[in-house]
């Protein structure tokens, strides 16, 4: 049985879409009080930790971690990275953290590992960085994949496209697998999503275990290729979504910066998204995080990541641990 831990849980998204897909979520890490909360009411028998710093590797294993058949999940910080801040890379306090994973998939030597980023961690530091995260993680004996994802064509109706880098240890053929069975891709296109989603596929390579220069030299010929940018704000800064629109993408700071994301309601009015729908735009079942302040409810699900896009990965990532 496949077993996961999740790195910077928030709320709950890595956990609940490696559940969905029958992997049995045994540790999850999160230093904030009120994400803990929900995570304790949806995952009691998940063992919580608090500060991804001084967890080690071996606390995971004996809270029933099985690097053999492991995955572990991290959407590290990225106010670091994003082009709406001021880009300080993985030199940030935030953003840095990405080395407390790299030191957590070494101490334990998990199967997997899947990352999860803003797309800006593509142009970040000039490719930069990017590509030290790569370089880092393929001379720790992975196998490694990325490739951009839009949470728009996996079933739920908003605009999120992240970064996503998966690695496998024990075999180079199963990443390419994992992140390129486009059969499974739970979409309604029309042609112009369509073509946004060609260009979408664009943004995405692999290497081998052994292939760290190679690595390097993708990453920093890919810099310019996808520059993230600022959905959350939409048409003049209102954060509007039309009719049978797909929602602009939700930040953390959706509700300060705008007072709401709105949407149409009749030809004449518009009317605050509520805590649910923001739920449903990303991908959680109604009131996931009820009994919390609205507020808080609303910063926790953009700061959450997109669960129906991690469970298409965990899928793949179930299937091709059948087969191997």
Request: proline share 3%.
């Amino acid at each position: 049985m496949l077993t996961g831990v999740s790195l910077f849980a928030g709320v709950g998204g890595f956990d609940l879409a490696m559940q969905r897909q029958g992997v049995k979520v045994a540790a999850s890490v999160e230093i904030d009080k009120k994400c803990n909360e929900v995570l304790a009411q949806h995952f009691p028998d998940a063992t919580q930790f608090t500060d991804v710093t001084t967890v080690k590797g071996e606390d995971l294993i004996n809270a029933g971690f099985n690097p053999s058949t492991g995955i572990i999940t991290g959407g590290f910080p990225c106010q670091d990275l994003s082009v709406a801040g001021k880009r300080a890379g993985l030199a940030g306090e935030r953003s840095g953290l990405f080395w407390e994973i790299a030191r957590i998939v070494e101490e334990t030597q998990t199967e997997y590992f899947i990352i999860e980023n803003v797309p800006g961690l593509l142009s970040s530091n000039n490719g930069k960085d990017f590509g030290v995260i790569i370089g880092t993680m393929a001379d720790l004996g992975y196998s490694i994949g990325w490739r951009v994802l839009d949470a728009q064509y996996f079933g739920v109706p908003q605009r999120r496209r992240r970064v996503f880098i998966v690695g496998r240890r024990s075999s180079d053929r199963g990443v390419a697998e994992i992140l390129f069975k486009s059969e499974g891709l739970r979409r309604d296109l029309t042609q112009n999503q369509q073509a946004r989603e060609n260009t979408t596929n664009t943004n995405a390579a692999s290497v081998t275990n052994s292939g760290t220069t190679t690595a390097l030299r993708v990453a920093y010929s890919m810099h310019g290729a996808m520059i993230g940018r600022n959905d959350s704000a939409g048409p003049s800064g209102s954060g509007f979504l039309g009719v049978n629109k797909p929602a602009y993408t939700l930040t953390a700071s959706s509700q300060a910066r705008h007072g709401a994301v709105i949407i149409e309601s009749d030809k004449s009015s518009v009317r605050h998204l509520t805590p649910i729908e923001y739920e449903r735009l990303q991908g959680f079942p109604d009131n996931w995080t009820a009994g919390q302040p609205d507020s808080i409810r609303y910063k926790q699900m953009g700061n959450a990541v997109a669960v129906p896009v991690v469970e298409w990965i965990v899928q793949n990532i179930v299937d091709v641990t059948k087969v191997s």
